[in-house]
């Protein structure tokens, strides 16, 4: 069982940055693959970003430029830094435990955190 808390969601103007954590607990994150997912109100769940349990990194067309996925195994967090925003990336933001199949697809992912919003004004 691997349990993701997500943190570091909020409010912030276009242009501006944040900075998203997901801690894990539970089995050995260091051999996991890991996504970021977003979902806006009324829209499915998209892939943002993923990185594989090699360091491989891999991102939605959307925000490559713009945001970097990184981990840190000795803390079990994986990170989500979100430079550059616009108001389109508002969006519920979730991690998750990448199990099978290609990373953008979300039914490859069988543990999600609770998710944290982020909301970029205009």
């Known amino acids: 069982q691997v349990q993701l808390v997500e943190s570091g969601g909020g409010l912030v103007q276009a242009g501006g940055s944040l900075s998203l954590s997901c801690a894990a607990s539970?089995?050995?994150?260091?051999?996991?693959?890991m996504g970021w997912f977003r979902q806006a109100p009324g829209k499915e769940r998209d892939i943002v970003a993923h990185i594989s349990w090699t360091g491989g990194r891999t991102y939605a067309d959307s925000v490559k430029g713009r945001f970097t996925i990184s981990r840190d195994n000795a803390k079990n967090t994986i990170y989500l830094q979100m430079n550059s925003l616009k108001p389109e990336d508002t969006a519920v933001y979730y991690c998750?435990?990448?199990?099978?199949?290609?990373?953008?697809?979300?039914?490859?992912?069988?543990?999600w955190g609770q998710g944290t919003q982020v909301t970029v004004s205009s």
């Open positions: 539970g089995g050995t994150f260091s051999s996991y693959s």
């Open positions: 998750a435990h990448h199990r099978t199949g290609p990373y953008y697809l979300s039914g490859g992912y069988d543990y």
